[in-house]
């Protein structure tokens, strides 16, 4: 069955550094999202995107945050100067329609 | 904003029985969703429902969605050790627009 990739499974870094979360949705499918759990908590929406741009964020999405599809198979999240509160499991999303989608194993984001 | 609100927050039963997780939005919702994380997981896709009034089964487990398309049910008939995770619900205002999540229902199965 397809999967969803995404790397690294677990990202530790110093606070006010740049990391880069990499996400390889299924390859026919369309819509993408980033979505994030602190430990415990509810899934939390970030971005989707679909048509080579945005087409939804949310309040936590902002300036700090950038969404690329760099080769028409990657999809990226970075975040510029992290913060403590950033620690979280982000997870990469997919979907050949806009419901339904297809979760990644997540990527654990540790800020100290 | 929109906000999506699930009760129990946990729910232990004891193999065998039932139990009910009720989700509702504070919205009307285009569809809801329904996802299960097994521990230590990612949300993994049960089912969609779109019309009002929807009722869908999967073996064990009944969804419903409610008439005004505000709320939704999850059933699950006759628990196994296998049913243990968080189960979501999430909603859409709108197709394509975002997914919001519920909180969950954390179900424990007591052999």
């Known amino acids: 069955e397809p999967e969803v990739t995404q790397t690294p499974s677990h990202q530790v870094t110093q606070m006010g550094q740049e990391v880069i979360l990499r996400c390889v949705p299924i390859?026919?499918?369309?819509?993408f999202y980033w979505y994030r759990q602190i430990l415990g908590q509810k899934v939390e929406f970030l971005v989707s995107f679909y048509n080579n741009e945005i087409s939804e964020k949310s309040e936590i999405f902002d300036d700090q945050f950038s969404v690329e599809r760099p080769d028409g198979s990657n999809f990226t999240l970075k975040i510029r100067s992290t913060k403590l509160e950033d620690s979280a499991m982000y997870f990469c999303?997919?979907?050949?329609?806009?419901?339904?989608?297809?979760f990644g194993s997540g990527t654990r984001l540790t800020v100290v | 904003g929109q906000q999506v609100m699930q009760i129990p927050q946990y729910q232990h039963v004891q193999e065998g029985e039932d139990f009910t997780t009720y989700c509702n939005s504070s919205t009307t919702l285009s569809n809801i969703q329904w996802y299960k994380q097994r521990p230590g997981g990612h949300p993994v896709f049960l089912i969609q429902l779109v019309k009002s009034g929807e009722v869908k089964k999967q073996k064990r487990l009944t969804f419903q969605f409610g008439e005004a398309k505000k709320n939704s049910s999850l059933h699950i008939t006759a628990t196994q050790t296998t049913d243990v995770g968080t189960y979501f619900c999430?909603?859409?205002?709108?197709?394509?627009?975002?997914?919001?999540f519920g909180g969950g229902t954390r179900v424990l199965v007591k052999p």
């Open positions: 390859s026919n499918h369309l819509y």
């Open positions: 999303a997919s979907s050949v329609r806009p419901y339904g989608y297809t």
């Open positions: 999430a909603g859409q205002r709108a197709a394509g627009n975002k997914l919001t």
